[in-house]
């Protein structure tokens, strides 16, 4: 008898720590997880330097689910400015709409002056870098360094794309940009200076305010852009839409039959909330291309 209630009181003792460690180990993995930042599947940050200024960024990289599987098959590039604004959004997009695309997002400054970043926040360095205009007022040009927009270029022509090309199987004849805002500005330069970096662009709501007289006499340069183009726009939009205008009517006028122009007006939106029709269509309307392409 004595036997038995010493097994039921071990058994008993048992339960009762097991329930405890049980409960202490849910504790601490409720509060960890309390404060624990959501990561991306398959995004890696990749620390960057432009070779040329030293200027430290980092790339967001997500490569497709079968990547590591299909060792023989290379895929198309997606380079985007602004990646911490952009990556959920086409990362989505293009999980559903495209089959195997790599996500190439390019950061903003990180070692640039606490000072900008307590007044500014940390996209300060898209001012400057996005930017074909220096500022026409000396104290803001000092402060801010506007119209490095070619130094940013051939920081991406020169480091980014040789990064991504020499460490991933990538298609280099099949690159595209996609930017928005200050990020469609800063793709309408490259079309217009250096065409050949990207064989696609996206460009949502180019930021066009001054800058369209100076993008005609880069796109003037070229006989053939030999690009694919989608322009955006929200339909409220109106002041900005007339220098989107302009600048889709001085493509349009170059009669060049290499470039595919699309221009689409986005309904009922303004500058903001166009971004995330953009993102779906635009990743629809490269699907599209790339589809073509393959039969």
Known sequence: MQNMLQRVRLTTLKKNVSLVLMLLF????????????????????????????????????????????????????????????????????????????????????????????????????????????????????????????????????????????????????????????????????????????FKNYILGSPSLWRDTSKLAAYTEKHKALNANVLISRGSKEQDLGEHINEFVSLLEKKNDQSLLLNHIEIESAGHSDSFPMLGVRSVTWLSSLMNKEGE
Do not use: C
């Not at 952009?86 to 695309?101: C, K, P, Q, R």
């Not at 190439?104 to 870098?129: F, M």
């Open 26 to 197: 849910s504790s601490v993995f409720v509060q960890a997880g309390e404060h624990k930042s959501y990561e991306l599947p398959n995004v890696k940050v990749i620390p960057i330097e432009d070779t040329q200024s030293n200027k430290r960024y980092e790339l967001y990289i997500k490569l497709p689910e079968k990547y590591h599987e299909n060792k023989d098959k290379n895929y198309p590039v997606i380079y985007f400015t602004d990646a911490v604004w952009h990556i959920e959004l086409l990362s989505s997009a293009t999980y559903f709409l495209m089959d195997g695309v790599i996500l190439v997002g390019i950061s903003w400054q990180k070692d640039i002056e606490k000072a900008l970043i307590e007044e500014h926040g940390e996209s300060i360095s898209r001012a400057r870098d996005y930017s074909i205009s220096q500022s026409d007022k000396p104290e803001r040009q000092k402060k801010y360094k506007f119209g490095q927009a070619d130094k940013h270029l051939a920081f991406i022509r020169n480091d980014v794309i040789n990064y991504v090309e020499n460490n991933y199987r990538t298609t280099p004849e099949n690159r595209s940009y996609f930017g928005f805002s200050a990020g469609g500005l800063f793709g309408a330069y490259i079309l217009s200076s250096q065409p050949d970096t």
